[in-house]
């Protein structure tokens, strides 16, 4: 089955500098990724994803890439704020219909000091 | 999404009774997903469903856990003669038919005490 491994474990910066989050999986049927913010004690939520069809996309100051032959992706963060802080997940996903399907890497709590 | 309601918020068992999770998934979201969150750790698949079929549980523990997805009606995770090792969030999720990204709800977290 898939296995996804995050970089770092712990990520601190301080504001306004840039955060970069890596991960890699193993199963290259994979073409789904997407990145998730998770507060203390509250639900993931959907930050940004990418398709195995495009390399990079950006989100205001988010931005994920891909490189599918070294079946690697990152998430950059630039301009960071303090509301920035919390848990960050990656996860890749076969889709087709089992997008929802999703194996997550263990988690980057980032800390964002004012 | 607010969409996917989950409940209860919180729930405390003590060990060797059953607990019965329930996940409302977004309107006209078919395929459901249930994860599980260990303290600290990230989330685990368990079990895919859409209306009366289970379509992948090779996350599920192999005894005490089933899921269901009935055509009315929120899907159901049960865990039956909870243990302490069963103590941790968790999250159901829905997407749409065609194939698109999964919504959380805000979970459940069970204490087994």
């Known amino acids: 089955g898939e296995n996804v491994e995050q970089h770092p474990s712990t990520l601190s910066v301080q504001e306004g500098d840039s955060a970069v989050i890596k991960c890699t999986y193993s199963?290259?049927?994979?073409?789904?990724f997407p990145w998730y913010k998770q507060e203390l004690g509250k639900r993931p939520q959907l930050i940004i994803d990418?398709?195995?069809?495009?390399g990079e996309k950006k989100d205001q100051r988010i931005a994920v890439t891909l490189n599918k032959t070294a079946k690697h992706f990152s998430l950059h963060i630039t301009e960071t704020q303090p509301e920035d802080s919390a848990v960050y997940f990656c996860a890749a996903s076969p889709g087709g219909t089992s997008y929802g399907k999703l194996t997550f890497g263990q988690g980057t709590i980032l800390t964002v000091h004012p | 999404n607010a969409g996917v309601m989950q409940n209860p918020r919180h729930l405390v068992r003590r060990r060797g009774q059953e607990a019965r999770l329930r996940c409302s998934p977004v309107?006209?979201?078919?395929?459901v997903y249930w994860y599980r969150q260990l303290p600290e750790e990230g989330l685990k698949f368990m079990v895919y469903?859409?209306?009366?079929?289970?379509?992948?549980e090779s996350g599920m523990p192999k005894e005490r856990f089933s899921a269901e997805f009935p055509k009315e009606g929120p899907s159901i995770l049960r865990i039956q003669q909870v243990v302490r090792g069963d103590s941790a969030a968790y999250f159901c999720?829905?997407?749409?038919?065609?194939?698109?990204?999964?919504?959380f709800g805000q979970g459940t977290r069970l204490t087994v005490v």
């Open positions: 199963d290259s049927a994979s073409n789904y």
């Open positions: 469903l859409q209306k009366e079929n289970i379509i992948d």
């Open positions: 990418i398709r195995s069809n495009v």
């Open positions: 999720a829905s997407s749409p038919q065609q194939a698109n990204e999964a919504f």
């Open positions: 309107k006209g979201h078919s395929h």
